[in-house]
Every structure is written in C-alpha cells, then in structure tokens.
C-alpha cells in the first residue's frame, strides 16, 4: 500500500503528529516508535497481534502490538506494531534457528479459525502442496515439475501445529542483536515443514550456498518436509500472476538440492 496511514489512525494508535516514513518497499509505514500496517483481514490481524503480544521466544525480538485508544487492534484497515530495529540479511541458518525456537513456543496454540476462510494463491498452493486440493497450474511456470516431484510425496510424522510460514526476508537483523520478529503468517503444518520453507527460499532467491539443506537433516522427517515446501512454492509460483521464467530458474535450482537428499 502506497498511501500513508491517515491522519486519524495514526491518532488513534498514538501516533499523532508523526510524519510517515515507508519502510522499505512497504506495507510498513513507520510512525516515530510505533509501525503501522494494512490489515485485509481484521480476524488474521486481532489474532496476529494477540499472538505476538503474549509470545515468549528466547533470543527473538517480537513486534509487540499497540492498541488504539478505544482498545482495538485494528483500525480503519490498519494494525499497529512496536517499531523494530533492523533488516533482512542472508543470514539464513539463524533464521532456520529462530524458526525452531519460535515454533516451540507456538506448538501450544489452537488452530485459528480464519484459516479455514483462506482462499488466497498462497493458501490454495498450500492445500494443493498436501494433496488435499486440486488446481490447474501452469506447466511452464511450476506446474510440470510440481506433478513430477508430488509423485514423490510421503507422509510427515510430525503433528501438525501452528508455524509461520513465511520468515524468508521477514526476520530482521540489527547488529548482535537477537533477531527481529515483525509479522506472523500463520499455517497449521509441522514445524520442520516451516523450517525448510526459508530453506528452499534462500536456495530459489536468497544465494545460499548448497549445503544449507544438508545442515538441517538432523530435523524430523527432513526430506519430506523440504519437499513438502518445495511444492508449496512451485504451486505459488503457477498460480500467481506475477511469477517469471526468472524466478522460475530459481525453484529448479531448490529442486536439484531437494531432490538430492530424497
């Protein structure tokens, strides 16, 4: 979103008087110490902000939320945040490592309602990555290397629970400091399925080196849980509108290092 939080959201959390600043490419905009952000769905972003307000996650900076002065976590479309330092850097092994912890301490909350309204590209790939939904995708954007690597499809021995699915460029890095949480994309999936997420990310677009995978084959049901994650992207990718044979170029690397350890 383009356009600055207005006038009376920015009161209402407050933040009034302060002159936005775009964060990056945004959503965020930065109102002095609080951020602020669209929220398209207020149910997702109440519990985002209720989730992230009651976390405990050792060595992990979390954006805690910041009513609004009548008490809601969402108002006029936005949601407001504690502002944190730092940016995405290729440190990818840490945001594995941050993941696992973070997990742990999610592994005790419900599975959220909304999920079940999600009906978004990233929610259809979702299902459609775990055979539990079907969808025309397009071969030469995924499709065809998505129905090759789902005929090797296993199951996953680990309990589903809630994780986040999308740390890959999320987590922030500031110096020594513990690493920054400022959003939650929740999925109901084991939390190995999350962990190889980053992983197959950082090897389709973040330049990390080969042996990222290997490095966490320690993990429950590894293997799988890579493939899992690499279908779930190359679904992404031939279902959305954006996607290039550039970015496509990269999945098929992910791919080549995935379908080693299987």
Partial sequence: MSTPPPEHVRAAFGARGAEPVLIENGPVWRCDDIALRPAGSPAEASWVAQTLGELDVPDLRIARPVRSSDGRYVVGGWAAFRYVTGRPEPRYDDVVAASLRLHEATSRLNRPRFLNLR?????????????????????????????LLAERRGELTTKPQVVHGDLFGTVLFDGDAAPGL??????????????????????????????????????????????HALLFRLAVHALHPKSTQRSMRGLERAANRVTDLL
Avoid at 120 to 142: K, T
Avoid at 206 to 226: K, N, T, V
């Fill in 119 to 147: 009906a978004d590209v990233f929610a259809m790939a979702d299902r459609i990555a775990w055979g539990e939904e079907h969808a025309e995708l397009d071969a030469d954007l995924g499709g065809r290397l998505f129905h």
């Fill in 182 to 227: 400022v959003d939650f994309t929740a999925y109901y999936r084991p939390p190995e399925w999350a962990a190889a997420v980053v992983v197959v990310d950082a090897l389709a677009w973040g330049g990390a080196d080969d042996g990222i995978a290997r490095r966490w084959s320690h993990l429950p049901d590894w293997p799988q849980a890579l493939l």
